[in-house]
């Protein structure tokens, strides 16, 4: 991976950073309902305020379509950050304009102002050079802590680079030590659990763990296309019909490199009614009636084996519709079980999957859960991240 410098690179005394969050977390009623992300930025914040700095942070939130939504408002982050933190968030419901500006420049050191959902400013996910000229105006140096964000080359993630001395912060650090360690440094043997409801979405990331893993356990949703592709019966389970050819070809590439592809052996499942209060095990083949909704015992366990012995695991993806709760939930929680116990290291890549772990309780066993989703996903399957590429390109004085 490209060299990229992080934040203890930067005398920070007096100055004023301009940090790029990814608090994009999901909202209820004005509540955050998962913290994950907010809670993982905060030592790079910390770390600007403990050593004389004056934080300006920035996230988008949703999708409010270049123009101010209430409904996608970052108020109610910015009262969960100050209270997380202990500290005082003084937040301005504007990116750009006179009360930004004018905030900005009254901040003294030690002080966080946080700024309204970038993603109200049409320029944003457009990268116009206008808004990142604004944007990195209010700054003396630029941290991107936006892990969940750097596959976006937005003017807040990628154009004020251009601007501005800029740096990783430390959740952007902390994930890209991971992906070193799963691409650059393999150990086996190697688990890769692959499960969710998109195949597709996790293609690039077979192929270009292929030549590094030892094992792919594939379950959830994904396990469908492999045991259609496979010629069994897989009744109403979700299938995508595009991608039987490239599942045959995935499976000819995990031949050639002597990786296991591993498929249940048997499953939960529910009739094609869809009705959860009736659901039954069957073994490989399932019935017409049917839709699979769930790993089977007998999975469970074995993919739980394989993942406890294992040097390195990661997870992309739960076993089943584990949000349904038992009996749906007891594949995708017997594997994050399996990965709390392994001794190897372990990492959890995807949303659900680390809402599963969180939802099981043993987030403080697992090594490392990112709070990337497509990001993370994307450096895993290409090696490149704009937004992190774009740090490296950075100029280092302005
Ligand atoms: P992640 O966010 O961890 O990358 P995905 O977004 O790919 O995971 O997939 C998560 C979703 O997959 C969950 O909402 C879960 O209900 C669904 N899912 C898993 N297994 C099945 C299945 N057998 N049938 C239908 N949906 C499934
Ligand atoms: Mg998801």
Redesign the pocket.
């Known amino acids: 991976m490209s060299r990229y410098r992080t934040l203890d690179a930067i005398e920070v005394q007096g100055k004023t950073a301009l940090v790029r969050v990814d608090h994009n977390v999901p909202l209820d009623d004005g509540k955050v309902r998962s913290d994950l992300r907010i809670r993982r930025s905060i030592p790079t914040i910390r770390s600007i305020l403990d050593r004389g700095g004056k934080a300006v942070l920035l996230t988008h939130l949703g999708r409010p379509k270049g123009k101010p939504d209430p409904e996608f408002s970052v108020a109610p982050v910015a009262r969960h950050l100050e209270h997380l933190m202990g500290h005082p968030v003084q937040f301005v419901p504007a990116v750009t304009g006179d009360d930004v500006r004018r905030a900005v420049d009254s901040l003294s050191a030690g002080e966080i102002l946080y700024l309204e959902n970038v993603r109200y400013e049409p320029g944003e996910q457009t990268n116009d050079p206008d808004l990142a000229r604004t944007l990195a105006s209010y700054a003396d140096f630029y941290v991107n802590d936006a892990f969940g964000t750097c596959h976006r080359a937005h003017a807040s993630v990628v154009g004020v680079t251009a601007h501005l001395p800029s740096v990783a912060g430390q959740l952007v650090r902390a994930e890209l030590l991971y992906v070193k360690e799963l691409l650059a440094n393999p150990r086996s043997p190697f688990v890769a659990v692959i499960?969710?409801?998109?195949i597709s979405?996790?293609i690039p990331l077979m192929r270009n763990l292929m030549s590094r893993v030892t094992t792919f356990l594939v379950?959830?949703?994904a396990?469908?296309s492999f045991l259609a592709e496979s010629g069994l019966s897989v009744g109403g389970?979700?299938v995508e019909p595009d991608l039987v050819g490239v599942v045959s070809e995935i499976r000819a590439e995990a031949k050639q490199a002597g990786v296991e592809i591993v498929l249940p052996e048997d499953h939960l499942v529910i009739g094609v009614d869809g009705d959860k209060g009736r659901s039954w095990v069957v073994d490989e083949s399932i019935p017409e009636d049917a839709?699979?909704?769930?790993l089977g015992p007998r999975s469970a366990v074995r993919y739980a084996q394989a993942i406890e012995r294992a040097a390195e695991v990661v997870l992309?993806?739960?076993?089943?519709?584990?949000?349904w709760g038992d009996p749906f939930s007891r594949g995708t929680e017997a594997v994050v079980r399996a990965m709390a116990r392994c001794s190897g290291i372990t990492v959890v890549?995807?949303?659900?999957?680390?809402r599963a772990v969180l939802a099981a309780g043993v987030e403080s066993s697992i090594d490392h859960i990112s709070t990337g989703?497509g990001a993370f996903?994307e450096i895993l399957g290409t090696g490149i991240l704009p937004g992190v590429e774009a740090l490296v390109a950075a100029p280092t004085e302005i």
């Open positions: 499960g969710g409801i998109k979405d996790k379950g959830g949703g396990a469908y389970s979700p839709s699979a909704v769930d992309f993806g739960p076993m089943g519709v584990f949000e890549g995807g949303g659900d999957s680390s989703g996903l």
